[in-house]
């Protein structure tokens, strides 16, 4: 047997070379180095995790493409507000359901698409180039839209479905690419919605008014298509596909785990208030404090400012303390920022307060999952249910917080459906017809937390 076919060999083996484990190259060499010829040991060694030239042009690549393919839908407030003041689209009912869509299916597809990447795993890194692709071609296909049954199809099902393809490498490699600084990783990764929610809407905003719709779309689909294209060489993965090709991505062992399903149900219920005030910001400084149009869009701009902050603290944070300390500290933040600041707001700045922090602590909720699937793979293999796929774990809390989107839109409309409670108190959140969709952010931000209560109760 040569030199090469011992290293690949124990590169197979190696208990240790599994996804996410805390590997480096020169770990990887010393663990043969009496056995093995320099020469072999250099030509197979394995990049080094949580640094080095390839983790961090890799993470450079998902922030980006993390930005472009969720900073678009969560950009969609723009598409919405001209299409309903615009032709052929004005006046149509279900605008809203393209922005749904668009977000929704991006979550709720990704433990099937998580999942088929991994049984695909030899071309699973190509899958952003198709899911690229696809997006382009789904917003070109959106501009010579004449209906909204149209643009349901197109912008939002399409549209979602590439997306969702595009992005599944970037999670199925980040294990592999970052150990000890995962946390941060994924942080850094998520901030990028955040910044994508600051630029794409003023730029959309401008290219709308400015060409049209039509227009706006077919050149923002030639920009992503030249942004994205060369970034999605870098997305690769960091271990050979055979060293992951164990793993059992649909294996039902992970619904076994209460620990899961505890975090799920928080997870779940957060989602169902999280996205309300990124819808009604707006409309409330317009309505309840008599906003300028653009004093009113900036509140969603601190929001997503104020997020991209949050995200890469927590995910500082997610390395150093339990998941649930790190979670407790997003709900105290969303729940007072809502209940106290929010609810009892009666101007434009102590309105703008609130953005700050709903964006530093609500907008790094999900910048903690690192660490629930740390706790789920690990609690899983403690009771005797084998090796869970984080990814897995990754992908069913997505579609969790997809169901949560869903419900939210309709629900919303019944909170705030004839204006409840407006003029019974004081001049405030609570008394300006919104009031019962800010108590409903607050009590979903509380119970985001209770995986808190959980764990001190001996259930986590």
């Not at 056995?35 to 394995?46: D, H, I, N, V």
Request: overall charge neutral; proline content about 5%.
């Amino acid at each position: 047997m040569t030199s090469r076919d011992i290293e690949l060999e124990g590169v197979l083996t190696h208990p240790t070379l599994r996804a996410g484990a805390p590997t480096t190259s020169a770990e990887d060499s010393n663990q043969y180095g009496n056995t093995l010829p320099e020469e072999g040991r250099q030509e197979f060694s394995l990049p080094p995790v949580d640094g080095g030239k390839d983790a961090w042009l890799f993470l450079a690549a998902c922030f980006a493409i993390e930005a472009l393919v969720w900073g678009f839908p969560f950009a969609f407030g723009v598409f919405q507000d001209y299409y309903s003041t615009h032709e052929p689209f004005a006046g149509s009912p279900n605008i809203a359901v393209i922005g749904t869509c668009a977000m929704g299916i991006m979550y709720l597809t990704a433990p099937l698409l998580m999942g088929l990447c991994r049984i695909f795993g030899r071309w699973a890194r190509w899958t952003s180039i198709v899911g690229l692709f696809i997006m382009c071609i789904s917003l070109a296909m959106s501009s010579f839209s004449s209906t909204i049954s149209h643009l349901i199809a197109t912008q939002g099902i399409l549209y979602a479905l590439g997306g969702g393809i595009a992005y599944c490498p970037c999670i199925l490699y980040m294990d592999e690419w970052f150990v000890q600084r995962k946390g941060l990783a994924y942080g850094i990764m998520w901030s990028g919605t955040g910044l994508a929610g600051v630029v794409l809407p003023l730029l959309l905003e401008w290219l709308l008014h400015s060409f049209g719709f039509r227009t706006t779309l077919r050149l923002w689909s030639c920009l992503l298509f030249v942004l994205t294209l060369p970034l999605a060489f870098f997305i690769k993965p960091r271990l050979p596909h055979s060293a992951t090709s164990h793993v059992k991505p649909f294996d039902p062992s992970m619904f076994k785990v209460t620990t899961f399903w505890l975090y799920q149900f928080a997870n779940v219920v957060e989602a169902t208030g999280f996205f309300l005030p990124g819808i009604y910001l707006p409309t409330y400084a317009r309505s309840a404090l008599g906003a300028a149009s653009y004093s009113s869009v900036t509140t969603v701009l601190l929001v997503n400012v104020a997020s991209v902050f949050g995200c890469v603290l927590m995910g500082w944070f997610i390395d150093r303390f339990h998941v649930t300390t790190c979670i407790l500290f997003s709900t105290i933040g969303a729940t007072v920022g809502a209940l106290v600041i929010w609810g009892l707001s009666s101007s434009l700045g102590l309105l703008y307060f609130f953005c700050i922090v709903y964006g530093l602590f609500a907008g790094s909720y999900t910048s903690a999952w690192p660490g629930i699937m740390t706790d789920v793979v690990r609690k899983g293999e403690a009771a005797g249910r084998g090796y869970i796929d984080p990814s897995m774990v990754f992908g069913w809390l997505a579609a969790g917080r997809g169901i949560g989107n869903v419900v939210s839109g309709p629900l919303s409309e019944s909170l705030i459906q004839g204006l409840p409670w407006k003029g019974d108190t004081s001049a405030s959140g609570y008394g300006s017809g919104y009031g019962s969709l800010i108590v409903f952010t607050g009590v979903t931000a509380l119970l985001g937390g209770t995986s808190f209560v959980w764990r001190r109760l001996g259930m986590l």
